[in-house]
T-cell receptor, first 113, second 114 residues
């Protein structure tokens, strides 16, 4: 298995632009998580899905952030419009069942200038 | 709601010395507990997990952790540190019920001195 695949690995964009981060979870996993990692705030859970349905989006910082999971093999995290304070590493992770360990992708390093 | 506290943002040990990274959790229901390691510019890698079986859990790279319900702790240990263990370590908790929400501690950076 190739593991959790995230794209792009690096993204540099200008303030105000739309940014879309992509994630392909491990096949057969039914939970998908989006995290944001910064020096100041550590690892924050933004949103998670179970069987493609958003379960808890209480960590999404603002309405500028949205996430979708149209099918079991693909999810997106979109920021529109982007701001410099959104600069962070965004991780996607997936898990096979309740209580199972989450497996992480390599992350997308987002820089908003 | 569950939460995790990791004591010490930085821990420094000599090569060959005992490694002890502390984690305390809070959960209103029985928890699942995890330790992850993160090397620079990489994602998080699972070291070990506790899911209500044995309280002493062995993981990869010689690490182990013990679940102590009375102390609400899940400390990570390794008898002898290697230079390659230098990384950031995260403790995480989720719930043993339908609300599967994996929450991470703030992390502990382990430095290994030659």
């Amino acid at each position: 298995d190739a593991g959790v695949i995230q794209s792009p690995r690096h993204e540099v964009t200008e303030m105000g632009q739309e940014v879309t981060l992509r994630c392909k979870p491990i096949s057969g996993h039914d939970y998908l998580f989006w995290y944001r990692q910064t020096m100041m705030r550590g690892l924050e859970l933004l949103i998670y899905f179970n069987n493609n349905v958003p379960i808890d989006d209480s960590g999404m910082p603002e309405d500028r952030f949205s996430a979708k999971m149209p099918n079991a093999s693909f999810s997106t995290l979109k920021i529109q419009p982007s701001e410099p304070r959104d600069s962070a590493v965004y991780f996607c992770a997936s898990s096979s069942r309740q209580g199972g360990a989450a497996f992480f992708g390599q992350g997308t390093r987002l820089t908003v200038v | 709601a569950q939460s995790v506290t990791q004591l010490g943002s930085h821990v420094s040990v000599s090569e060959g010395a005992l490694v002890l990274l502390r984690c305390n959790y809070s959960s209103s229901v029985p928890p699942y507990l995890f330790w992850y390691v993160q090397y620079p510019n990489q994602g998080l890698q699972l070291l070990l997990k506790y899911t209500s079986a044995a309280t002493l859990v062995k993981g990869i790279n010689g690490f182990e952790a013990e679940f102590k319900k009375s102390e609400t702790s899940f400390h990570l240990t390794k008898p002898s540190a290697h230079m390659s263990d230098a990384a950031e370590y995260f403790c995480a908790v989720s719930r043993m019920d339908s609300s599967y929400k994996l929450i991470f501690g703030s992390g502990t950076r382990l430095l290994v001195r030659p």
